[in-house]
């Protein structure tokens, strides 16, 4: 395997053919619960930059039905390991009357969802829903009604499959643990 950055240790925690399959799982499911979109209307995706980009491409191609997809960027990270508690959201997106499914790559303690999420349903959309591909229960500080996730994880710092530290480490394509 490839050393993406010498000297940095990262433990493979889920290889790229269990994302691969996971993947193809959700867009199954999301395509039967969402049957009754059409040319006309569309389910939406909404995706929060940037972690999301390439778990939202890879969803988007599993998915079925007739969708459509837009962005948001939302952080609260900057270049630190935790939430720093403060949440910028920027977007442009016109959802009234449309299903939402807002794609996430990792839900932790809540806050940027729950932001997210209140924000986009004061736009009064159809339906919201959320999408994760890794979801950490263990440090939840704020409810979230997470409607289809990837998978579940430990509390630990993961990077790769889009997911950065400091802007580094998207591109490996499977998810790991950063040790250092």
Do not use: W
């Not at 993947?23 to 979109?37: F, L, N, Q, R, V």
């Not at 986009?120 to 979801?135: E, F, Q, V």
Request: with cysteine; net charge negative; hydrophobic share 40%.
């Amino acid at each position: 395997m490839k050393e993406h950055h010498p000297g940095t240790a990262i433990t493979p925690l889920i290889s790229v053919n269990e994302i691969a399959s996971r993947i193809k799982e959700i867009g199954k499911t999301i395509s039967e619960g969402y049957a009754e979109t059409t040319q006309d209307s569309p389910l939406l995706l909404v995706v929060v930059l940037k972690g999301a980009f390439i778990f939202a491409a890879d969803l988007l191609r599993s998915i079925t039905i007739p969708c459509t997809i837009d962005f948001v960027h939302a952080s609260s990270y900057g270049s630190k390991k935790t939430s720093s508690g403060i949440v910028a959201i920027r977007h442009n997106l016109a959802i009234t009357g449309r299903h939402i499914l807002i794609v996430e790559d990792i839900i932790d303690t809540g806050l940027t969802i729950q932001q997210i999420t209140a924000e986009l349903i004061a736009m009064k959309p159809a339906s919201l829903g959320i999408c994760t591909l890794l979801d950490k229960p263990d440090t939840r500080k704020y409810p979230v009604d997470i409607t289809y996730t990837g998978f579940t994880v430990p509390n630990t710092f993961i990077v790769g499959y889009g997911i950065d530290y400091n802007e580094l480490y998207r591109e490996i394509p499977f998810l790991g643990v950063l040790l250092s």
